[in-house]
């Protein structure tokens, strides 16, 4: 079982509940002369065409009538009411009172945003960015938000930063990210005060700073926002940028799930059974990494699967750990992929296959996990699943080895003791990754680079050491 902190990134989304949601209403008094304002609408008053579109739409002192709200709203919006022309859209867009026309929906919010409308000007962008009525075409759909953002508002500099991030519509800056993000959140927007929080832990785009971090997961998770509160709840339980305090993430994490984040159940599955702010608890932390898993969590289903395979607080099961590492692996979880290398290679309630193992080792070694490298590196050398190849052996060693993983670091000295493939033995350089695994205390690394030093001069072990040093400044 391993711990991983994860400050997950919110992917960009339609931050509005949806497109053309709602309408903004024109100020009603709670009595209203109906035939008094009427008339005035009848003489071309546009807020008077504006206030009586609004009343029949809510049927407030009349019978309400959508076809009627959009007649008012369209003599509003015909003469350049910009509330009317977003009302009409956001009509034309739910086929309330006409024919459904997202066409039409863009082309009444185009004529609001062209007056500067920000509401409009964010609808606009994100029909453009989804093809929605308009030609898709994200560069346009940015330079919408970049106008309602210049305005100040909000949601469209969250979302500006959002597309800073991932480089959608605008050239990709980690730097204008951060930058826009910290325009909405000293506004109190709480995503891009999560978001703000999960670049300084990261150090992206700005400098790391996890004390600040957690203020603004803070700031963000006392509004609600329950990725901020899962993600100060993480600070709490790994203490950092803050001391560590059980309490702390467990509460955190409780607010969190209240809220139905899926991976602060598999963090309260972690306390519960590691008894950490909490009665140690092995049935109640499977509960949460059952809800999680069955959320789609990866990381929880990866849990659940190790629990079920070692035998746990539950009866082992290799079929259900199987089926837990799978779905994991499935969606990219390199862990849940090497555990599954490892169930293939060992034969562990499934016919040993290599092959497949090497496969699931593969696909988690491509995402930098080393040991799966290191698995890699020795299935070449052995000729296991696949043809032996020195050099992809090798190859595959140093991945690891680079890392600073021990055993890769040893197996790569072995390999450079001897002739392999292409590569003439190299003494020098097998001694300084010797050193390297000794130092994290691999006692198989002492006694190799030991009995190397008997080949060596003491001219080629200064350097041995020097690449060593130097290896470990980068």
């Given at each position: 079982m391993k711990f991983m902190s994860v400050i997950r990134e919110r992917v960009f989304s339609t931050?509005?509940?949806c497109l053309a949601a709602?309408?903004?209403w024109a100020v009603v008094a709670q009595?209203?002369?109906?035939?008094?304002?009427?008339?005035?609408?009848?003489q071309g008053d546009a807020k008077s065409q504006l206030t009586l579109g609004t009343m029949y739409y809510r049927g407030q002192g009349i019978l309400q009538h959508y076809a009627e709200a959009v007649k008012w709203f369209r003599k509003a919006a015909d003469q350049g009411d910009t509330t009317a022309q977003r009302n009409l859209a956001?009509?034309?867009?739910?086929?309330?009172g006409v024919q459904q026309s997202e066409v039409e929906a863009a082309n009444w919010f185009r004529k609001a945003a062209d007056q500067g409308d920000v509401q409009a000007q964010i609808e606009i962008g994100l029909m453009h960015f989804s093809g929605t009525g308009v030609q898709k075409d994200a560069v346009q759909g940015a330079g919408w938000i970049r106008k309602a953002a210049d305005q100040g508002q909000m949601v469209a500099q969250k979302n500006l930063g959002v597309l800073y991030l991932t480089g959608a519509g605008v050239q990709q800056d980690n730097s204008e990210a951060a930058r826009w993000f910290r325009k909405a959140a000293d506004q109190g927007e709480p995503q891009a005060q999560n978001e703000l929080g999960r670049l300084l832990v990261g150090g992206i785009g700005l400098k790391k700073d996890l004390a600040e971090?957690?203020?603004?997961?803070?700031k963000a998770a006392e509004q609600?926002?329950?990725?901020?509160?899962?993600?100060?709840?993480?600070?709490?339980?790994?203490?950092?940028?803050?001391?560590?305090?059980?309490?702390?993430?467990?509460?955190?994490?409780?607010?969190?799930?209240?809220?139905?984040?899926p991976q602060s159940e598999y963090y309260l599955g972690l306390m519960h059974a590691q008894g950490r702010g909490v009665t140690k608890d092995i049935e109640e932390g499977l509960k949460h990494f059952r809800i999680a898993a069955e959320a789609g969590d990866a990381m929880a289903q990866n849990e659940l699967g190790w629990w079920y395979e070692k035998g746990q607080g539950v009866k082992a099961d290799m079929a259900e750990a199987l089926k837990w590492y799978r779905r994991a692996a499935e969606r990219g979880f390199m862990l849940a992929q090497h555990n599954l290398g490892v169930v293939y290679g060992n034969g562990r309630g499934v016919p040993k296959d290599p092959a497949e193992a090497l496969k699931w080792y593969r696909k988690a070694a491509e995402q930098g996990y080393s040991v799966s490298q290191n698995e890699i590196g020795y299935m070449y050398d052995q000729g296991i699943g696949v043809e032996k190849d020195p050099n992809q052996a090798l190859a595959w060693f140093r991945k690891a080895a680079e890392q600073g993983l021990d055993v890769a670091q040893q197996n790569l000295g072995i390999l450079l003791t001897k002739q392999s493939g292409k590569n003439a033995p190299d003494l020098v350089e097998a001694y300084k990754w010797f050193n390297l695994a000794a130092a994290q205390g691999n006692t198989n690394a002492v006694g190799n680079r030991d009995l190397i030093m008997k080949k060596l001069t003491t001219e080629q072990i200064n350097e041995g050491q020097r690449r060593a040093a130097e290896f470990l400044k980068k």
């Open positions: 931050i509005l509940v709602g309408l903004t009595t209203p002369d109906f035939d008094q304002i009427k008339a005035k609408a009848e956001s009509m034309y867009y739910q086929g309330q971090a957690a203020q603004w997961f803070r609600g926002e329950p990725t901020a509160a899962r993600n100060l709840g993480t600070l709490y339980f790994v203490g950092q940028g803050i001391p560590p305090d059980d309490a702390e993430a467990l509460r955190w994490f409780q607010r969190a799930a209240e809220k139905g984040d």
